[in-house]
């Protein structure tokens, strides 16, 4: 079976710009949660989608948004980017909402220049 | 009181000598703690976890020892090799709430020859 899947794996953007990071779940997962992991530190908690809600936001700006799809793929969008946001963004999955183990994908790295 | 503590920060060890990460926490609330291993380039990938009614957990080579009342918990690796070069990172959350892991900063541990 498929882990959770991310793409793009790698992508370069410059300062002001839009960025869109796509995940699949596992299959079967309706719980998808969004990570950032600046280097040399742990992953940051952004956003949890559950069954297409919001189940809870991490302290982010608001130029962070994401969304949960009906097949429960989702999408994390950051706008007017700045260099501070370059980091690795992780997406997990999980069966269901207080489930524990969740799964990580081998995540996007974003760099702003 | 979000805050997981780990130490330390880097750990060198010989080939089968068994190094030791610790972890401590504040928010009494959490009761799930995984350990979630990373290699350069890659997501974490879940290791091993732990809920605060035991008090120690063994997977294969891997050990979680827990004391809930010191709020400490700490990883044990057993005959250590090379390919578990990696950081490590432990991690809790709450099962209230949104699915949410708080990450320690990690541990990067070499293991040599």
Request: charged share 15%; glycine share 10%.
């Amino acid at each position: 079976d498929a882990g959770v899947t991310q793409s793009p794996t790698h992508l370069i953007k410059t300062r002001g710009q839009h960025v869109t990071l796509r995940c699949s779940p596992i299959s079967g997962h309706k719980s998808v949660s969004w990570y950032q992991q600046v280097l040399g530190q742990g992953p940051q908690f952004i956003f949890q989608y559950y069954e297409k809600e919001e189940r809870g936001r991490g302290n982010f700006p608001d130029r962070f948004s994401a969304r949960q799809f009906p097949n429960y793929s989702s999408e994390l969008n950051v706008n007017a980017l700045l260099l501070g946001d370059s980091a690795l963004y992780l997406c997990a999955s999980s069966g269901r909402q207080g489930a524990d183990t969740i799964y990580f994908g081998e995540g996007s790295w974003l760099t702003v220049v | 009181q979000q805050q997981v503590k780990q130490s330390p920060q880097s750990l060198i060890v010989q080939k089968g000598g068994i190094p030791i990460i610790n972890c401590a926490y504040e928010n009494t609330a959490f009761d799930y703690f995984p350990w979630y291993q990373q290699f350069p380039g890659k997501g974490p990938a879940l290791l091993i976890a732990i809920r605060p009614d035991v008090s120690e957990k063994k997977e294969g080579r891997f050990t979680i020892s827990f004391n809930k009342s010191a709020k400490q918990f700490s990883l044990h690796i057993m005959d250590s090799q090379p390919g578990d070069s990696a950081t490590y990172f432990c991690a809790a959350s709450a099962h209230q709430g949104a699915q949410k892991l708080v990450f320690g900063q990690g541990t990067r541990l070499t293991i040599n020859p």
